[in-house]
């Protein structure tokens, strides 16, 4: 394949052939709809044979450099596929962190050194990543971070804890950020950013039950835990700066795993068909004037937030403070899927208290599962709360 000289259109239909002859038969097991719901090993197996399949056949990684396991071609193209393979409803690539925070923050500032080391990995699906921000007593408040990074010779000692960490259990690496100086006379400037490994000894894991009852998140406790010094990134000091340029990553993966665009777009045309199937009286609910306007609330909305992500990718159309539309886009797509998917239970009627696992849910259980799983994204990467307080004192000038 050669990219670089396609016509998108031509490019689409490629990939879309592709994902027709390519696409997995059914596993006769559930499989994730987002990252953050991998709770098996037999989950993990076969979303990891499948990533590296999609990588394999050239469409994933489509910017990143070819010496690097990339496409070297413009990041358009990815879009492409990630549409496509939203359109066929084909299996995630599951390995998210990696593809979506880790990868774009060493490609941005990594070394070469790093690039070489870290990114084929990603794509491959054979390195799975983590990250190890959150911890039990600090939430969102990631200046106060605890986990102590103590230099010995050529390693780092890790001791503390972190929670919440997506695929803790099935990770190879983890971006960690931690305190390597608590005598800093700014809390953040006592912070370091590692590239860690997650397989040394002194590292547990211990799955946390969601309340779908799946096992997407673990706490995991640093004792001792040596990892080699060349597992900074940048220099001492320099973890709050990387962080947040890593959550600048984040919050777009985040909403995209709340409900991105092209998923959003695919998800609005499967709400419309229940509608039209969930009968209230005898009638199809999408003839209750109420549930049309609705619906259409919900259309308009999704078309003004898709408006709003395609600008944050002008720069010039961004410049007054280039993070408003990320910081906007993400709170505002988590919060807008959250509400879609309620609106798609309610609509259900009684059925919408039927769940995964009940043979009378409908759908299996999509809507209910989607739902559930939508409160994770509005937290992950910053609350909705943070993210409005953010956008009041940094981007509106809203005094505290």
Known sequence: MNAAVKDLEEF??????????????????????????????????????WQHKVWSAGYLGMAWAKEHGGQGVDAIYQSVVDQEMRRQAVPICFNVIGLGWAGPLINDIGTEEEKQRYLKGILSAEDIWCQGFSEPDHGSDLGNARTRAERDGDEYVINGSKIWTTMGNYAKYMILLARSNPEAERKYDGLSFFLAPMTVAGVETRPIRKLTGEYGFTETFFTDARIPADCLMGSEGEGWKIAMKTLQYERGAEAGAAGGLAFVRIVIDDLVNQLRDVKRDGRPVLDDPLMRDQLVSLIMEEKAITLGDRRSGIPALTSDYPMSLPLSNKLRWTEYARRMRQFAINAQGADGALFVGDDRAREGGFWQRAYLNSFSATI?????????NIIAEHVLGLPK
Do not use: C, I
Request: charged letters at 25%; hydrophobic letters at 35%; a negative charge.
């Open 12 to 49: 689409r239909r490629e990939v879309a052939s592709w994902l027709e002859a390519n696409k997995p038969d059914d596993p006769g097991f559930l499989l994730p709809q987002t990252f953050m719901e991998v709770g098996s090993e037999q989950q993990l197996d076969f979303l990891r044979e």
């Open 380 to 388: 992950g990467g910053g609350t909705s709360q943070v993210q409005a």
